[in-house]
């Protein structure tokens, strides 16, 4: 039986990986993809980390403990009465499965759809033979001419407090408890911290967060950060900086972490469970990179060049397994050029316009430069923000926290970075990074109409606060 062999194989299923496959097959190749991600009945689930067991899961447990929240919390202020509301943990945890299952089902129909060819197994290298890869695809072995590496990557260990997923929790674990912990510990204070945080806080678990650097949210905006820090102590959330951690003992009924707070001194606390955020790192595990001679970096990430070329020939690298930010629509864009550099187009990825969000209560998005980084680059800015209370749609939704900052540059006006606090930000954030990628100036925001009411208004009124002249605060 002869080796199949492929123009473009793709080794990894995730955000970067299903969609260069995708994008390479609409481009007339013969394209296949391999991922390895197994469902509970051993079946295929492609969509790596993000719809396995991380941006997709997350979100249907953030919006399940919203609605138990609002239910709690807010639905007497509207005139609905809702007595003894309880929360079906199994229930919930059920219904984030099924939103996994028809994601990963969505995948295989668009494989099928565009004609990619579907691998359920480890991929890895076997050798360069003759101009092509020799590649393991599960239990077989094929031929391919242009290799698309999106291997992902895996949460960051403690040393000393390996995840056993029980206790001791990674982002998969988290998106797992049977049941609202009484007491929970958080150990890193970034994205994955603070959206399960909240998904438990929500549900009634006491929940302490516990982050080594000195600041709080130190990538966002400092006015952000510190709103957020308010209304995240508002809401119950208990959030230390500036330790150090110590050991971490876990048992069948609870775990213990010590640690030195900011001021030095020996602390001890006790949890149910304990979830440890602090990063991730590239995934390289298995790929058999010794075989071809593909080079890494320091950190474990596959070297690539600023088209995402390898040190190899027709090997290219995207998403969280390279440099840049670990974010599923990074490795998306970089799928997609990868796949246009290799039919000879001009693949665009502009880092600078990468939107990021976290998808707290409220929600935090931002795009562009901080505050705190214009100041240390010494670029001359104008900063123009309006708060959500002063807007109309905002207020009938009942949702008025936070603000939509502007800034841009103090001679040219263009737009240097939009960073939002508050109600539904990841969606409008979009609008931000659209006129930043057409090199818009604050002007060109202001004097666009916006719909009325909107919670887009705010980010009108932003733009016109650069040049002091909102109309409705």
């Not at 099924?98 to 691998?119: A, C, P, R, S």
């Not at 206790?167 to 603070?194: F, H, Q, T, W, Y």
């Not at 209304?231 to 010590?258: C, D, P, R």
Request: net charge negative; with cysteine.
């Amino acid at each position: 039986m002869s080796t199949k062999q492929f123009d473009v194989v793709v080794i990894g299923g995730g955000p970067g990986g299903y969609i260069a496959a995708i994008r390479a097959a609409q481009l007339g190749f013969n394209t296949a993809c391999i991922d390895e991600w197994k469902n509970e009945k051993g079946g295929p689930a492609p969509g790596g980390t993000c719809t396995n067991v991380g941006c997709i899961p997350s979100k249907a447990l953030l919006q399940s403990s919203e609605h138990f929240d609002h239910a709690n919390h807010h639905f007497a202020e509207h005139g609905i009465s809702a007595d003894n509301v309880k929360i079906d943990v199994a229930k919930m945890l059920g219904r984030k499965d099924t939103v996994v299952k028809q994601n990963n089902d969505g995948i295989l129909y668009l494989f099928k759809k565009n004609k990619v060819t579907f691998f359920h197994g480890r991929g890895s290298f076997v050798a360069a033979k003759d101009g092509l890869y020799e590649i393991k695809a599960g239990e077989e072995v094929i031929l391919a001419k242009h290799v698309i590496l999106a291997t992902g990557s895996n949460a960051r260990q403690l040393p000393g407090a390996a995840f056993d997923e029980e206790m001791i929790l990674s982002n998969d674990g988290a998106l797992r408890i049977g049941e609202v912990p009484k007491k929970l510990g958080v150990i890193g204070s970034g994205v994955i911290g603070l959206e399960m945080g909240s998904v438990w806080r929500r549900l009634g678990a006491d929940v302490t967060v516990l982050e080594g650097l000195p600041t709080f949210l130190g990538a966002v905006d400092e006015g952000v950060a510190k709103e957020a820090a308010k209304l995240f102590k508002k809401q119950g959330l208990k959030i230390e900086l500036g330790v150090k951690i110590g050991e971490v003992k876990a048992t069948k009924k609870s775990v213990t972490v010590s640690y030195a707070d900011a001021k030095g001194a020996e602390q001890k606390a006790e949890f149910d469970k304990l979830i440890i955020s602090i990063g991730r790192v590239p995934n390289t595990i298995g790929l058999n990179v010794e075989a071809v001679g593909l080079k890494l970096d320091e950190r474990g990430a596959i070297e690539v060049d600023g088209d995402c070329k390898t040190n190899l020939p027709n090997v290219w690298a995207v998403g969280d397994v390279v440099r840049g930010p670990m974010l599923a629509h990074k490795a998306e864009e970089e799928g997609v050029a990868v796949a246009e550099r290799i039919a000879g187009q001009h693949g665009h990825v502009n880092f600078n316009t990468i939107p990021w969000v976290i998808y707290t209560s409220p929600e935090i998005a931002w795009v562009g430069r901080t505050e705190q980084q214009l100041k240390a680059d010494g670029v001359a800015y104008k900063a123009g923000q309006f708060p959500f209370m002063a807007n109309g749609r905002a207020r009938a939704l009942g949702d008025t926290n936070g603000f939509v900052k502007f800034l841009a540059d103090a001679t040219t006006d263009e737009i240097l970075g939009v960073h939002i606090i508050g109600p539904f930000a990841s969606e409008l954030i979009s609008e931000a990074v659209v006129a930043m990628e057409f090199k818009a100036s604050a002007e060109d925001i202001a004097r666009i109409c916006h719909a009325h009411p909107s919670l887009s208004e705010a980010t009108k009124e932003a733009a016109l606060a650069v040049d002091k002249r909102t109309l409705n605060f």
